[in-house]
């Protein structure tokens, strides 16, 4: 059973930064994209961030956190982080890691896997 553990939240001041992990268990091919969506109260779930796992290691990024936000992956703690940089008032969300056996997308329902969430606040 694949089932993401994020940890890592927190309040942070506008402009501080914050790293979100999670744990991804699970057998490999199960596992073939790791991203992270986000959701702000009252908004739609957004998508963040995708990291192919396989071995290409192609990694996509939305335009509202490129340059400021990193993935990276430890593949022998099967756990990958997100490195949140030059935060803002309008990164505050519940992030959920997710994971998929197909391939990388963008929208909610092209992955199969979801942790609980993680809150992020960031304060101005």
């Known amino acids: 059973q694949v089932q993401p553990v994020e940890s890592g939240g927190g309040s942070v001041q506008a402009g501080g930064s914050l790293r979100l992990s999670c744990l991804i268990p699970?057998?490999?091919?199960?596992?073939?994209?790791a991203g992270w969506f986000r959701q702000a109260p009252g908004k739609e779930r957004e998508w963040v961030v995708a990291m192919d796992l396989t071995s290409g290691g192609f990694i996509y990024y939305a335009d509202t956190v490129k340059g400021r936000f990193s993935i990276s992956q430890d593949s022998t703690k099967n756990m990958t982080y997100l490195q949140m940089n030059s935060l803002q008032p309008e990164d505050t969300a519940i992030y959920y890691c997710t994971a998929d056996y197909r391939g990388c997308g963008r929208a909610p329902d092209e992955y199969a896997y979801w942790g609980q969430g993680t809150q992020v606040t960031v304060s101005s």
């Open positions: 699970g057998y490999t091919r199960d596992r073939n994209c």
